[in-house]
């Protein structure tokens, strides 16, 4: 069992990447972004409170998506959980290594995906996922292979997120630079940090983060 965090600017990889892990080692995707837009499609009082903030491209409040992920790790993982999106602040990344010493686990590795900031812009404004079961795809790098059909579940319920547009994702990249880049320093003094080259190929990116997690194991 291996635990680890997907830390990267917004559409750098990390969904599509976490995805290959749940599928291939049996480990459990904590995704915070997809388990705040379930909230707003659910209409809950949280989701209500958070579908702005989301839309325009700042961050949640810590306090909300620090109870999300409490939650979540009482539910035993065979594989481990890959933090995806979380944490995202110097408060989260403390509040993680609490929740994980007090359910008696532990951080294997931060695996840090470097990509430059053309590159995310071509990446979020191509950007589909499927509805149904969070599937990612892209205009161009990675297309459906039947138009309008999801190829892992046949679902056509293909959707582009509201915050995917140019002045929502200039807030997002601000909000990276601001208050998670911080964090590649406190991992890197904890001996914790691996950089990778996210601009690579989607193979090629998963094999960097298959070698970090065979290294762990
Ligand atoms: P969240 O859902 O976490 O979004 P994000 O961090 O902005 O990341 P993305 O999902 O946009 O990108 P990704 O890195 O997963 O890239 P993907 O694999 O999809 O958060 C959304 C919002 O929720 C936040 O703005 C905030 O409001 C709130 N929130 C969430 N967590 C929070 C927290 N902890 N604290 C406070 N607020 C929080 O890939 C992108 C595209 O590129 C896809 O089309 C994909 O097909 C393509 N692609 C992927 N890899 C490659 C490759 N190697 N080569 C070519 N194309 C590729």
Known sequence: MVNIILLGPPGAGKGTQAKRLVD???????????????????????????????????????????GL?????????????????????????????????QSGQGLDAVIEMQVDDAALVARISGRYTCGNCG????????????????????STDLRRRADDNADALRIRLMEYYKKT??????????????SIDGLAEMDAVAAAVAKVLDRQE
């Open 24 to 66: 291939q080692r049996a480990m459990v995707q904590l995704s915070t972004g997809d388990m705040l837009r379930d909230a707003k499609t659910s209409g809950s009082e949280m989701g209500r409170k958070v579908a702005a903030v989301m839309d325009r491209g700042d961050l949640v409040t810590d306090e909300i998506v620090i």
């Open 69 to 101: 992920i409490a939650e979540k790790l009482a539910t035993p993982s065979v594989g481990g959980f890959i933090f995806d999106g979380f944490p995202r602040t110097l408060k989260q990344a403390d509040a993680l290594a609490d929740l994980l010493l």
């Open 181 to 194: 880049s911080p964090l590649i320093g406190y991992y890197y003094a904890k001996k914790q940090l691996t």
């Open 135 to 154: 599937e990612v795809y892209h205009d161009t790098t990675r297309p459906t292979k039947a138009a309008g059909v999801c190829d892992a579940c046949g």
